[in-house]
């Protein structure tokens, strides 16, 4: 078990860009051991409060991952 974090990345070359959750599951599978799971049993979105918002794609990321899960 272990908290990985992630960040919003945008990229004027690479669209869409890759949503805060995208890149903590990248961080996630990245450094956990081998035996290690890939099951997420938390998911926090903090966000600045502005006109952009990354709620949306951080929700469709996460039922692609975890379909039924929340």
Not at 52 to 60: D, E, F, G, K, N
């Amino acid at each position: 078990m272990g908290i990985y974090t992630g960040r919003y990345a945008e990229n004027a070359a690479y669209n869409p860009s890759l949503s805060p959750l995208e890149s903590a599951l990248t961080f996630m599978n990245m450094n956990r051991p081998q035996s290690g799971t890939r099951a997420v049993t938390r998911c926090v979105l903090v966000e600045v409060l502005t006109l952009a918002s990354q709620l949306s794609a951080t929700q469709a990321v996460l039922a692609a991952y975890a379909p039924g899960g929340a």
